[in-house]
């Protein structure tokens, strides 16, 4: 944990609940015990992804840490194990998918199915804001884009949402964004994305986070009654991976790598949302 982060737990701690809980929420003092729950965390080897399974499992969480780099993954669980040497690969499983494939996410299902869990929370997280250009890694969707940061977690949700059910109270938090929800647009003539191939990528992420909160809202209206609610959270401006990973030929990356360096927060504030909409006892059934 860095110094500025000790200094903020510190101080936060010394603040009494009635007044911290409302405004300054934190983990290590608010969270309640997870211990028997278990959770899904899509890119969860890093950014804000990281610290969403690094606190679940401080609460006493299971942990499947999904994700496409496997060696990032492993790299996280170190990590993890640095900070909290209890933490084992049975706490934090490291499990394989690619958000970008029908097929990696169907085995990806398939194979936790197979480890008899219950499932308490879905959190999709992983996500790309300029991404290569062309198909998902089965050819099946036109943008990669899009269906890294949409059609991947809607079918990984629709495939686990039986799961969830059974397992209920359960919840699931979606990753949005407040630029896509304000600039993103919906082409109701072309929901494969088609057009976004050749349009500029900032498009695809806009409209890909504009369609996950869609789906947001209508899921969790959809859910009402079932034990499962369903959040979308806004990580604000964090320093993660996602403007590093972009193409550096695009204008728009560069300027926000630039801007993180000097603006962007540290992940661990970025989580907060998710693991509030995560544990919070009074958010059941909101």
Same mark, same amino acid.
């Given at each position: 944990?860095?110094?500025?982060?000790?200094?903020?737990?510190?101080?936060?701690?010394?603040?009494?609940?009635?007044?911290?809980?409302?405004? /300054?929420?934190? =983990?290590? !003092?608010?969270? $309640?015990?997870?211990? &028997?729950?278990?959770?899904?965390?899509? *890119?969860?080897?890093?950014?804000?992804?990281?610290?969403?399974?690094?606190?679940?499992?401080?609460?006493?969480?299971?942990?499947?840490?999904?994700?496409?780099?496997?060696?990032?993954?492993?790299?996280?669980?170190?990590?993890?194990?640095?900070?909290?040497?209890?933490?084992?690969?049975?706490?934090?499983?490291?499990?394989?998918?690619?958000?970008?494939?029908?097929?990696?996410?169907?085995?990806?299902?398939?194979?936790?199915?197979? /480890?008899?869990? =219950?499932? !308490?929370?879905? $959190?999709?997280?992983? &996500?790309?804001?300029?991404?290569?250009? *062309?198909?998902?890694?089965?050819?099946?969707?036109?943008?990669?884009?899009?269906?890294?940061?949409?059609?991947?977690?809607?079918?990984?949700?629709?495939?686990?949402?039986?799961?969830?059910?059974?397992?209920?109270?359960?919840?699931?938090?979606?990753?949005?964004?407040?630029?896509?929800?304000?600039?993103?647009?919906?082409?109701?003539?072309?929901?494969?994305?088609?057009?976004?191939?050749?349009?500029?990528?900032?498009?695809?992420?806009?409209?890909?986070?504009?369609?996950?909160?869609?789906?947001?809202?209508?899921?969790?209206?959809?859910?009402? *009654?079932?034990?499962?609610?369903?959040?979308?959270?806004?990580?604000?401006?964090?320093?993660?991976?996602?403007?590093?990973?972009?193409?550096?030929?695009?204008?728009?990356?560069?300027?926000?790598?630039?801007?993180?360096?000097?603006?962007?927060?540290?992940?661990?504030?970025?989580?907060?949302?998710?693991?509030?909409?995560?544990?919070?006892?009074?958010?059941?059934?909101?």
């Amino acid at each position: 944990m860095t110094s500025h982060l000790i200094v903020d737990s510190f101080l936060t701690g010394l603040l009494p609940d009635w007044l911290r809980q409302p405004f /300054l929420w934190r =983990p290590q !003092h608010d969270m $309640v015990d997870l211990f &028997g729950k278990v959770y899904i965390v899509t *890119g969860g080897n890093s950014g804000v992804g990281f610290q969403v399974v690094k606190w679940l499992a401080a609460g006493n969480a299971t942990v499947i840490l999904a994700t496409h780099n496997m060696p990032g993954a492993r790299k996280a669980v170190r990590d993890l194990q640095r900070d909290m040497p209890h933490v084992t690969e049975t706490r934090v499983h490291p499990m394989f998918v690619d958000m970008t494939s029908f097929t990696s996410i169907t085995k990806f299902v398939t194979d936790f199915s197979a /480890l008899s869990l =219950p499932l !308490h929370g879905l $959190v999709n997280a992983a &996500g790309e804001a300029m991404g290569p250009a *062309g198909r998902g890694a089965d050819g099946k969707m036109p943008s990669h884009t899009l269906v890294t940061n949409y059609y991947g977690p809607f079918y990984l949700t629709h495939l686990l949402l039986q799961h969830l059910t059974t397992s209920a109270p359960a919840r699931i938090v979606n990753f949005c964004s407040a630029l896509g929800e304000f600039m993103g647009k919906v082409d109701w003539n072309d929901l494969r994305g088609e057009k976004l191939v050749d349009s500029d990528p900032l498009a695809a992420y806009n409209a890909s986070k504009r369609m996950l909160s869609m789906m947001t809202k209508e899921m969790a209206v959809r859910c009402k *009654g079932t034990g499962v609610d369903v959040f979308a959270v806004h990580p604000g401006f964090a320093a993660t991976n996602l403007w590093h990973k972009s193409l550096r030929c695009y204008p728009a990356a560069r300027a926000f790598n630039v801007a993180e360096e000097w603006f962007a927060q540290h992940p661990f504030y970025g989580a907060l949302p998710a693991l509030y909409a995560l544990s919070e006892p009074h958010l059941q059934d909101e």
